[in-house]
Antibody, heavy 115, light 112 residues
Framework: EVQLVESGGGLVQPGGSLRLSCAAS????????MSWVRQGPGKGLEWVAI????????YYVDSVKGRFTISRDNAKNSLYVQMNSLRAEDTAMYYC????????WGQGTLVTVSS | DVVMTQSPLSLPVSLGQPASISCRCS???????????LNWFQQRPGQSPRRLIY???NRDSGVPDRFSGSGAGTDFTLEISRVEAEDVGVYYC?????????FGQGTKLEIK
């Protein structure tokens, strides 16, 4: 059974940092593009970042460029995102997912940016 | 960025009746490999999104055959042949041809 389990969410002050993790199992993690997708409270979905299977290519949506860094450890079947300089508008449920051309999603971890 | 425009945004449907959602894109979704990476997702209340349809018309494993996708180029449609109570939720089209991948605004399906 495919599982993507996110962790690391929580309450952080504006300007603060947070690192999210995603533990993958049930599929060959090292063969898949992996992503972070977010959904603001009561809002739609936004694809935040994506990383190639070997980690050699990474792409970000403009709103997080220079602040978020996506990474992966294929030996640990894990995906990460380091989020710096957080803003109120980054408040969202963050989902770990395979690339846009594959079907797997986690249950999400909630990030709240507030003073 | 590719803009995905869905209609309607609210869709009240009686049980057993058909439903249709349109998705129009601001540019062609045909990739250089010849594929069109247009997906449809369902998000039930309190759940994470679930992909229903990939590459325009292919149903994911476990998706009932009452769901079907069609379209080409920049115009796509998700159809539900007979709506059931478990279909309540928000439906999103999403393109994975261009970066950043983008979603439509979502269509909220409710039972009339």
């Amino acid at each position: 059974e495919v599982q993507l389990v996110e962790s690391g969410g929580g309450l952080v002050q504006p300007g603060g940092s947070l690192r999210l993790s995603c533990a993958a199992s049930g599929f060959t993690f090292s063969s898949y593009w992996m992503s972070w997708v977010r959904q603001g409270p009561g809002k739609g979905l936004e694809w935040v970042a994506i990383i190639k299977p070997d980690g050699s290519e990474k792409y970000y949506v403009d709103s997080v460029k220079g602040r978020f860094t996506i990474s992966r450890d294929n030996a640990k079947n894990s995906l990460y995102v380091q989020m710096n300089s957080l803003r109120a508008e980054d408040t969202a449920m963050y989902y770990c997912a395979t690339g846009g051309r594959d079907p797997y999603w986690g249950q999400g971890t909630l990030v709240t940016v507030s003073s | 960025d590719v803009v995905m425009t869905q209609s309607p945004l609210s869709l009240p449907v009686s049980l057993g009746q058909p439903a249709s959602i349109s998705c129009r894109c601001s540019q062609s979704l045909v990739d250089s490999d010849g594929n069109t990476y247009l997906n449809w997702f369902q998000q039930r209340p309190g759940q994470s999104p679930r992909r229903l349809i990939y590459k325009v018309s292919n149903r994911d494993s476990g998706v009932p055959d009452r769901f079907s996708g069609s379209g080409a180029g920049t115009d796509f449609t998700l159809e539900i042949s007979r709506v059931e109570a478990e279909d309540v939720g928000v439906y999103y089209c999403m393109q994975a041809t261009h970066w950043p991948h983008t979603f439509g605004q979502g269509t909220k399906l409710e039972i009339k």
